[in-house]
């Protein structure tokens, strides 16, 4: 019994063992006919919502695209994409594991990046140690330029903290010079890395502006009435009213600006106002709201985006970084396309240095962040158009002062 | 006159606060389950009533009738058919507290991918009887107002009902000891399992109210466990006027920081108050002296 037991042992052993050996030879084989491409991203936790509208969706959407036009080409060979997905659970540790995972057992050819300033900085020594692109959009952070000094395998994509503030300080110093506004500010900001650097930002800029802070205070993340701190920023009597917040105070602070009839000439609010659940919200009283990001909603690239998000997602996409997420994930096309292998220290540097073609128009990139970003938006019937910087191709004139709630 | 703009908003905030902790004393210190996924069942009632309002056009408040009682049974159905099993099995609330933990830890996890797969990561918010109201000076939410209106009717009444019925005190009996319980006859599984019921039928009212005016995802679950936990705690574990009075207490305290030192430090506030009262009475402002 032993021994027969013993001998169908060494069989089926040896039978795996083949069986190993050919599915390896299968795997390599079949590595040519697909590009794997990996991610982690916040399904749950506190970076779930954020992740949900505008990277998620636009990497479905991406990869839906690529494979309907029958794949990315490399060679000449057209590569559907496959994909590995993992939730990083909205933490560093888990994001960077996952990685790790991907990259190690896997055996990915491609990583996406997480969502959110926070993940983009964990798992960026871990991708740049193993040698993939890292196309860190949803990233805001004044280190982006030291960064991508350091990492020759990453992008930004957003801008800085400075850039966003000195766009709104800009727009507000024009305002004030033109008479349109007066010169003081109520600002608020929430009390985690985004609402600190853009804060310290735009306290810098807005006294280079002349402007006066006659309110600034900070709030914790999950506050759940912003009332009090709306009260102390009306008392003020400000001509604008500034806030660096995310989503859930976004819109807490419109809505509680309506119920206490808060009409400031300039109201500004952070993370969410580009939203389309801001609109669906607000409705008419989105208008003249004023908040981070913008697109040049009148491209035509740009409107057949809309409506391919809304065909294949259901939803409208935000009007800051889903656009320049999908971009970025041209740009990885393209560059493996005219890299033309899976080489991905020659894509990560072609990202850097070509020229594409995309929806938010011609990308090209200098010392690895794109140089053209939008930094104010506003509501205008129902479309959040980019108003600053003014430069740019495409702004619109800003409506000042906003009407008054209805 | 701002103390009046400091205590009104406070108690309409720690209205909100007492509101999501009402179904947790319940749960937690009658039916002795430490129930972690309670904030995702409380998400899980918003998004009830987002879907109603948004899809039908049902208000909020009509939208109750129908949660609460469908809450209900889904809690009961959840204690009957795993939780009682536990209950039964371990021998003493110390086991009980950590095989519940377990238990509950995996729930979380089933309603908030029922969530996610249902509403996916996004944020959901709709606006409810969001309608200024001035009140001696002090504006205020009538949507938050209805909230701290429940808040006191619905915790009232069941403190009467622990209090003054039959039920009640058998319910308030198996809370101090089960066994004891047992032995004068009350059947201790068959209330306990009402007890969590009702507690998850709190729960309900809590999310379908709170959903008129938070912003919400699939993910936030969590974040109402642990406010819902310290009201709890502080108020006195099972004590359903003590999850009132800490609510409203944390609330004003919160505001009144908010205004007179800096919004900064309401969270710092929060905790430096819950510590102190553990300090001074560590079972809670309500609690029972430890035996």
Same mark, same amino acid.
């Given at each position: 019994?032993?021994?027969?037991?013993?001998?169908?042992?060494?069989?089926?052993?040896?039978?795996?063992?083949?069986?190993?050996?050919?599915?390896?030879?299968? $795997?390599?084989?079949?590595?040519? !006919?697909?590009?794997?491409?990996?991610?982690?991203?916040?399904?749950?936790?506190?970076?779930?919502?954020?992740?949900?509208?505008?990277?998620?969706?636009?990497?479905?959407?991406?990869?839906?695209?690529?494979?309907?036009?029958?794949?990315?080409?490399?060679?000449?060979?057209?590569?559907?994409?496959?994909?590995?997905?993992?939730?990083?659970?909205?933490?560093?540790?888990?994001?960077?594991?996952?990685? !790790?995972?991907?990259?190690?057992?896997?055996?990915?050819?491609?990583?996406? $990046?997480?969502?959110?300033?926070?993940?983009?900085?964990?798992? /960026?020594?871990?991708?740049?140690?193993? /040698?993939?692109?890292?196309?860190?959009?949803? $990233?805001?952070?004044?280190?982006?330029?030291?960064? *991508?000094?350091?990492?020759?395998?990453?992008?930004?994509?957003?801008?800085?903290?400075?850039?966003?503030?000195?766009?709104?300080?800009?727009?507000?110093?024009?305002? @004030?010079?033109?008479?349109?506004?007066?010169?003081?500010? *109520?600002?608020?900001?929430?009390?985690?890395?985004?609402?600190?650097?853009?804060?310290?930002?735009?306290? *810098?800029? =807005?006294?280079?502006?002349? =402007?006066?802070?006659?309110?600034?205070?900070?709030?914790?993340?999950?506050?759940?009435?912003?009332?009090?701190?709306?009260?102390?920023?009306?008392? *003020?009597?400000? #001509?604008?009213?500034?806030?660096?917040?995310?989503?859930?105070?976004?819109?807490?602070?419109?809505?509680?600006?309506?119920?206490?009839?808060?009409?400031?000439?300039?109201?500004?609010?952070?993370?969410?106002?580009?939203?389309?659940?801001?609109?669906?919200? =607000?409705?008419?009283?989105?208008?003249?709201?004023?908040?981070?990001?913008?697109?040049?909603?009148?491209?035509?690239?740009?409107?057949?985006?809309?409506?391919?998000?809304?065909?294949?997602?259901?939803?409208?996409?935000?009007?800051?970084? $889903?656009?320049?997420?999908?971009?970025?994930?041209?740009?990885?096309?393209?560059?493996? !396309?005219?890299?033309?292998?899976?080489?991905?220290?020659?894509?990560?540097?072609?990202?850097?240095?070509?020229? =594409?073609?995309?929806?938010?128009? @011609?990308?090209?990139?200098?010392?690895?962040?794109?140089? #053209?970003?939008?930094?104010?938006?506003?509501?205008?019937?129902? !479309?959040?158009?980019?108003?600053?910087?003014?430069?740019?191709?495409?702004?619109?004139?800003?409506?000042?002062?906003?009407?008054?709630?209805? | 006159?701002?103390?009046?703009?400091?205590?009104?908003?406070?108690?309409?905030?720690?209205?909100?606060?007492?509101?999501?902790?009402?179904?947790?004393?319940?749960?937690?210190?009658?039916?002795?389950?430490?129930?972690?996924?309670?904030?995702?069942?409380?998400?899980?009632?918003?998004?009830?009533? %987002?879907?109603?309002?948004?899809?039908?056009?049902?208000?909020?408040?009509?939208?109750?009738?129908?949660?609460?009682?469908?809450?209900?049974?889904?809690?009961?159905?959840?204690?009957?058919?795993?939780?009682?099993?536990?209950?039964?099995?371990?021998?003493?609330?110390?086991?009980?507290?950590?095989?519940?933990?377990?238990?509950?830890?995996?729930?979380?996890?089933?309603?908030?991918?029922?969530?996610?797969?249902?509403?996916?990561?996004?944020?959901?918010?709709?606006?409810?009887?969001?309608?200024?109201?001035?009140?001696?000076?002090?504006?205020?939410?009538?949507?938050?107002?209805?909230?701290?209106?429940?808040?006191?009717?619905?915790?009232?009444?069941?403190?009467?009902?622990?209090?003054?019925?039959?039920?009640?005190?058998?319910?308030?009996?198996?809370?101090?000891?089960?066994?004891?319980?047992?032995?004068?006859?009350?059947?201790?599984?068959?209330?306990?399992?009402?007890?969590?019921? %009702?507690?998850?039928? &709190?729960?309900?009212?809590?999310?379908?109210?709170?959903?008129?005016?938070?912003?919400?995802?699939?993910?936030?679950?969590?974040? %109402?466990?642990?406010?819902?936990?310290?009201?709890?705690?502080?108020?006195?574990?099972?004590?359903?006027?003590?999850?009132?009075?800490?609510?409203?207490?944390?609330?004003?305290?919160?505001?009144?920081?908010?205004?007179?030192?800096?919004?900064?430090?309401? &969270?710092?506030?929060?905790?430096?108050?819950?510590?102190?009262?553990?300090?001074?009475?560590?079972?809670?402002?309500?609690?029972?002296?430890?035996?």
């Amino acid at each position: 019994m032993f021994l027969a037991n013993r001998r169908t042992l060494l069989r089926v052993t040896g039978l795996m063992a083949a069986a190993t050996v050919l599915g390896a030879f299968a $795997s390599t084989a079949e590595a040519q !006919e697909k590009i794997r491409i990996g991610y982690a991203i916040s399904k749950t936790g506190p970076y779930a919502g954020g992740a949900g509208i505008t990277t998620l969706p636009n990497y479905e959407l991406w990869v839906k695209d690529v494979n309907a036009a029958g794949g990315i080409k490399v060679g000449d060979k057209k590569l559907p994409i496959e994909v590995v997905e993992y939730d990083d659970r909205s933490s560093s540790e888990e994001a960077v594991k996952a990685i !790790e995972r991907l990259a190690n057992q896997d055996k990915v050819d491609f990583i996406l $990046s997480p969502w959110g300033t926070g993940l983009n900085l964990a798992v /960026g020594p871990t991708l740049n140690r193993l /040698g993939y692109p890292h196309l860190a959009v949803t $990233s805001v952070t004044d280190k982006a330029p030291e960064l *991508a000094k350091r990492w020759s395998n990453a992008t930004f994509w957003l801008g800085t903290s400075a850039q966003i503030s000195e766009a709104l300080a800009d727009l507000l110093g024009k305002l @004030k010079s033109e008479g349109k506004i007066g010169p003081n500010i *109520a600002m608020v900001s929430i009390a985690d890395q985004f609402g600190i650097e853009l804060s310290a930002a735009g306290r *810098a800029a =807005f006294k280079k502006h002349g =402007f006066t802070l006659a309110y600034d205070k900070t709030y914790p993340m999950g506050t759940q009435d912003l009332q009090p701190l709306l009260k102390d920023a009306i008392a *003020a009597n400000p #001509d604008a009213f500034i806030a660096f917040s995310y989503p859930p105070d976004t819109i807490a602070l419109t809505e509680q600006a309506q119920l206490l009839k808060f009409n400031p000439k300039i109201f500004y609010v952070g993370v969410g106002t580009a939203f389309p659940l801001y609109k669906g919200k =607000f409705a008419a009283n989105s208008d003249g709201v004023m908040g981070i990001g913008g697109w040049n909603a009148d491209s035509p690239q740009l409107k057949d985006y809309l409506a391919r998000h809304k065909a294949a997602t259901g939803k409208e996409p935000d009007r800051w970084a $889903s656009s320049i997420t999908y971009a970025s994930l041209q740009v990885l096309q393209q560059a493996i !396309e005219k890299v033309g292998k899976l080489d991905r220290a020659a894509v990560a540097a072609e990202i850097r240095s070509g020229t =594409f073609d995309t929806i938010i128009g @011609k990308v090209k990139l200098k010392d690895g962040l794109l140089q #053209d970003i939008w930094g104010v938006g506003q509501w205008q019937n129902g !479309e959040f158009y980019a108003v600053a910087p003014a430069s740019l191709p495409g702004a619109r004139a800003p409506v000042v002062p906003k009407a008054q709630w209805q | 006159m701002l103390l009046v703009d400091i205590v009104l908003p406070g108690l309409v905030l720690g209205g909100m606060y007492a509101l999501i902790a009402l179904g947790l004393t319940l749960q937690y210190g009658v039916a002795r389950i430490m129930n972690l996924s309670y904030g995702e069942s409380l998400v899980a009632a918003a998004f009830g009533a %987002f879907s109603l309002y948004s899809g039908l056009g049902l208000s909020p408040l009509a939208a109750l009738l129908l949660a609460v009682p469908v809450a209900m049974l889904l809690n009961w159905l959840l204690y009957r058919f795993l939780l009682e099993r536990l209950m039964r099995r371990s021998k003493d609330r110390g086991a009980q507290e950590i095989d519940s933990i377990l238990v509950t830890f995996g729930v979380l996890f089933v309603i908030q991918g029922a969530m996610l797969v249902a509403f996916g990561g996004q944020y959901y918010s709709y606006s409810y009887l969001s309608i200024p109201l001035t009140i001696m000076g002090s504006t205020l939410a009538v949507n938050r107002l209805v909230a701290l209106l429940f808040a006191a009717l619905v915790g009232g009444a069941v403190y009467l009902a622990l209090t003054r019925t039959r039920i009640g005190t058998a319910v308030r009996a198996i809370a101090v000891d089960a066994n004891a319980a047992r032995l004068v006859g009350i059947d201790v599984a068959a209330l306990s399992g009402l007890a969590f019921a %009702f507690g998850g039928g &709190l729960v309900a009212v809590g999310g379908v109210l709170v959903s008129m005016f938070l912003t919400f995802n699939a993910a936030m679950g969590v974040v %109402f466990t642990m406010k819902a936990l310290v009201v709890v705690i502080m108020g006195g574990v099972g004590n359903v006027m003590g999850a009132l009075v800490a609510g409203l207490l944390l609330g004003v305290v919160e505001t009144a920081v908010a205004r007179l030192v800096d919004p900064g430090l309401t &969270l710092a506030a929060t905790y430096a108050l819950f510590l102190g009262v553990l300090l001074i009475r560590p079972t809670g402002l309500f609690g029972r002296a430890v035996s």
